[in-house]
């Protein structure tokens, strides 16, 4: 079963922090480079953060500095650690596969709205 479940998203501060999970079906977890994507309002969806399935890291350089992406194998489980949020922050994300292709499947994600 095709599955991802993102969560922990919500009405922050500028400045403030929150820490997303998204917890994976095996058939898209296992061996995969995991990501965390966004997509603001009006905007088109785009990479936020990578993970190999040995850690190896990746950020766009908006985010380099600020957040922290990690995964959880046995629970299959990424995060993204938020800090240091800004208004243009403001998004709802979602995890996938890397790369996240149009035609995957996709979950809800959760919104984060960054407030000044």
């Known amino acids: 079963q095709v599955q991802l479940v993102e969560s922990g998203g919500g009405l922050v501060q500028a400045g403030g922090s929150l820490r997303l999970s998204c917890a994976a079906s095996?058939?898209?977890?296992?061996?995969?480079?995991m990501g965390w994507y966004r997509q603001a309002p009006g905007k088109q969806r785009e990479l936020v953060a990578t993970i190999t399935s040995g850690g190896n890291t990746d950020y766009t350089d908006s985010v380099k500095g600020r957040f922290t992406i990690s995964r959880d194998n046995a629970k299959m489980t990424v995060y993204l650690q938020m800090n240091s949020l800004k208004l243009e922050d403001t998004a709802i994300y979602y995890c996938n596969k890397f790369p996240g292709r149009s035609y995957y499947y996709w979950g809800q994600g959760t919104p984060v709205t960054v407030s000044s």
């Open positions: 095996r058939i898209i977890f296992s061996a995969n480079t």
